[in-house]
């Protein structure tokens, strides 16, 4: 059987044959970014990125002026030095991109999640997964206890409690990161015919991004002198202080049961836009890999219960560097 592609941790997801860096958070020569978080995006001298992304991060000024951005149509073969890559819709929020890789040599291939989801959003395209024989999966929600209801469930408490607050004669504040779940907010708002508000970065975002996201509420500027009446749109880190407000928080963090008192919110909703741990093992039978590296969150306890269940599962990363060199080869 031919040699899998070489995946290594220096700092961060490598692949030494491609000289190719994984959503690196670091400026690099070459990179892969999955999607326009703040916390995956450098600023680097090549990067291949979905054209969304690309569009957010020259919003975001993430793009390094002198760098080349390359945005290959998703699902469509792009050849490079040797290899095939395709991005493929992740699930996870507008934009986002797993990478699949072909070494053209002997075709032996590889799958990069970046974040995902392999639940329907409704603002991301669906996402799709393509066998590899190496999977880079992230594990986020990696632990058995995580699992989320369904987010049509979701979504009809979110306007339970919008409706309650309204008729109460309260300002309803949903709480989302700016870039994916406020868009994901917006969406699920749009067949409620209530006006809405957001706040200046939340608008920034759904300016760009509205082409791609179908119908969405009428939606204008966060004005506090007439701010009554309206469902407010804004980022957690945002401060907001109105009488007679209620805020709820959407996270997938929401499903641990401490979570509204440490969110210092009224309700917390579990609207994530990670997979979550059946969804996990879910990929992992639907990629078929013949070895699974991890990232992010639960990265042990979920290589653990693949290696019981006879995968060649390993967690990358800096905290995982005894293992690792105890498994390279
Ligand atoms: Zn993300």
């Not at 290959?72 to 050849?79: A, D, G, L, M, N």
Request: with cysteine; charged share 20%.
């Amino acid at each position: 059987m031919p040699p899998l592609i070489q995946v290594t941790h220096p700092r961060g997801i490598y692949l030494p044959e491609a000289d190719l860096w994984l959503d690196p958070h670091f400026g690099v020569k070459r990179a892969f970014v999955s999607h326009a978080h703040s916390d995956h995006v450098g600023r680097h001298d090549l990067t291949f990125c979905s054209e969304i992304t690309h569009q957010l991060m020259v919003v975001r000024k993430t793009v390094k002026k002198s760098g080349v951005v390359v945005s290959p149509k998703k699902r469509e073969v792009f050849e490079w030095e040797g290899w095939e890559l395709r991005l493929l819709p992740a699930g996870h929020i507008t934009g986002s991109a797993m990478l699949h890789l072909t070494r053209k040599a002997d075709g032996v291939t590889l799958l990069y999640t970046g974040d995902y989801k392999l639940r329907q959003g409704l603002s991301a395209e669906r996402c799709e997964l393509m066998q590899a024989d190496t999977l880079i999966m992230e594990t986020t929600f990696g632990l058995p206890k995580y699992r989320f209801p369904p987010a049509e469930a979701v979504i009809a408490q979110m306007l339970v409690f919008v409706r309650e607050t309204l008729s109460d004669g309260g300002i309803p504040v949903l709480l989302g990161y700016s870039l994916g779940k406020a868009q994901e907010i917006l969406c699920a708002l749009r067949d409620a015919e209530l006006p809405v508000m957001v706040h200046a970065s939340v608008a920034q975002i759904t300016e760009v991004l509205a082409p791609h996201l179908g119908a969405l509420p009428k939606w204008r500027l966060f004005d506090a002198a007439e701010a009554a009446g309206h469902v407010l749109v804004f980022p957690p880190s945002a401060k907001i202080e109105l009488p007679k407000m209620r805020m709820a928080m959407l996270s997938g963090w929401a499903i641990q049961p401490s979570a509204k008192y440490r969110y210092g919110v009224d309700v917390a909703l579990p609207l994530s836009d990670h997979a979550d741990h059946p969804e996990l093992h879910e990929t992992v039978e639907i990629v078929k890999p013949r070895r699974i590296y991890l990232v992010h969150g639960s990265t042990r306890e979920f290589a653990a219960e693949l290696r019981a269940r006879g995968h060649d599962a390993r967690a990358l990363g800096a905290e995982d560097q005894l293992e690792l060199s105890f498994s390279a080869h």
